[in-house]
């Protein structure tokens, strides 16, 4: 069974519980079919309004440490943001009293640290156009010490809890993924109990041809076309399971895949990964008994500041395929 008595394990599943509930809030009473293509405002005063949860909760419990967030608040303290800010104070007030648009501003600039020998990382939206979608997205949260991520949660409001996350059916009420370094990684309905909790794993899979790799609706976060030659290489055969943001790492851990790239779009080469959109998912799939590394099979660095500064890409896989995965990558890089 999952041990929730320590601090921090409580308050990151507790954090990302209430800011997934949020999200939902926010996802029900914006987003309609009248919603222009165009129009992101919900999915700007959701980001927005849960790291300013987290922010709150974070002063609550663990005021001395830092937070290295995705968002920050000056755009919101323009004239022409004001209701935008309003919006945001009227949901997180619904989680705390004293969310004034002040306060709110001060919790979401918690997340402005640039890096500390203790400190959070938050994604309060990982996945923004699944969000607005209606599919996939997740709320991610991860503890770092000394460059190492020791805890890590997912709030993913639209997959099912294992077993049922593998046949991505509909009608569920979400999921929450916790890893603790050294305790294995678990998931749970997000309404669930600690009862709940389910010890989860990767595959088993160490046929190449047979792993099932992960991939995005989205093409701006990848290079489609050598993802299409790192699978030829690999020899794939086996159907790719598509979705967006760190509920791929829950898929991943869960056994619901083998493999999982983040390689350099041709619009950005030299992008770096922040450390939000990697920190939760890669522990929870290493407890699950994977590897994640970048794509010449170097470990993680969290401790470089908001970006993963040494390494390029990401290759998470089951661990069992990983050294096919680099032999492929080295092929198609």
């Given at each position: ?6 601090p ?5 599943l ?6 997934s509930?949020?999200?939902q ?11 222009t ?22 002063d ?7 937070m290295?967030g995705e ?6 303290q ?8 309003e ?15 002040e ?10 640290s ?13 996945g923004?156009?699944?969000f ?7 709320v991610a ?5 000394n ?7 997912l709030?993913?409001?639209?997959l ?6 593998l046949?991505w ?5 979400g999921?929450?993924y916790?890893?603790v ?22 595959s ?7 792993a ?15 993802m299409d ?5 690999l ?19 869960s ?10 779009s ?7 990964e922040?450390?939000w959109d990697?920190?939760?998912g ?8 994977g590897?994640?590394t970048?794509l010449?099979?170097q ?6 500041g ?23 990558l080295r092929?198609?890089?």
């Open positions: 069974m999952l041990n929730t008595n320590t921090e394990i409580q308050f990151a507790h954090a990302v519980r209430q800011a509930i949020l999200v809030q926010v996802q029900t009473e914006m987003i309609s079919p009248a919603l293509k165009d129009d992101r405002s919900p999915v700007t005063v959701a980001d927005f309004a849960a790291q300013a949860l987290v922010g709150f909760l974070l609550q419990h663990f005021p001395n440490d830092s290295i968002e920050d608040s000056s755009v919101l323009t004239p022409e943001e004001r209701r935008t800010l919006r945001i104070t009227d949901f997180v007030g619904r989680f705390t009293e004293g969310a004034t648009p306060s709110v501003c001060a919790w979401i600039d918690r997340g402005s640039e890096s500390a020998p203790r400190f959070w990382t938050l994604d309060p939206i990982d923004t156009k699944g607005l979608r209606g599919d996939q997205y997740a949260l991860a503890l770092v010490e460059d190492k991520v020791l805890v890590g949660a709030g993913c409001p639209q099912p809890s294992p077993p049922a996350s046949i059916g509909d009608g569920n009420n999921s929450i916790i890893a370094r050294g305790q294995g990684a678990w998931a749970a309905p997000l309404n669930g109990s600690d009862i709940d909790f389910t010890q989860i794993y990767v088993p899979q160490s046929n190449p041809t047979q099932r790799l992960m991939r995005s609706f989205e093409s701006g976060h990848t290079n489609i076309s050598k030659i790192f699978a030829q290489a020899g794939v055969q086996a159907q790719a399971v598509r979705m967006d943001s760190q509920a791929k790492y829950a898929v991943l851990a056994g619901g895949g083998e493999i999982y790239l983040r390689m350099l041709k619009s950005r080469p030299d992008y770096r922040k450390i990697q920190a939760a890669s522990i929870i799939t290493e407890e699950a008994g590897r994640v970048d010449h099979g470990e993680l660095n969290f401790g470089l908001r970006t993963l500064a040494n390494t390029r890409g990401i290759c998470a896989t089951n661990g069992f395929l990983h050294e096919h995965a680099l032999k492929a092929e198609t890089l």
